[in-house]
């Protein structure tokens, strides 16, 4: 395993995704879809550690779908960054929203 972390963006509040639900919680099969992402690159086996950033409102429930390191956001994009970074221990660091393509 690599010295790499993968830290996941899924705090958002979705602003400019004009649907009823936040688009990290849209499903993919039974998964909401930051859980798909995070699973399918963590089953590429690159990472040591992969930390999902989530709402402080939606952190507890996001532990109960899968076990990750899950750290709360800030109230910008740019905090809930420097949330995840503060706990990072390794070497390289890889930053992804939480979206498939």
Not at 56 to 61: L, P, S, T, V
């Amino acid at each position: 395993m690599s010295d790499l972390t993968l830290i996941l963006l899924a705090a958002g509040t979705s602003s400019r995704f004009s649907q009823d639900a936040k688009k990290q919680w849209l499903r993919i099969g039974h998964k909401p879809l930051w859980q798909f992402v995070a699973d399918n690159l963590n089953e590429m086996g690159f990472f040591s550690k992969i930390i999902v950033v989530g709402s402080n409102d939606e952190i507890e429930f996001m532990k109960q779908y899968a076990d990750y390191n899950f750290v709360s956001g800030g109230k910008t994009r740019q905090e809930s960054l420097k949330n995840a970074l503060n706990t990072v221990s390794s070497e390289y660091v890889l930053v992804s929203d939480c979206l498939i393509r």
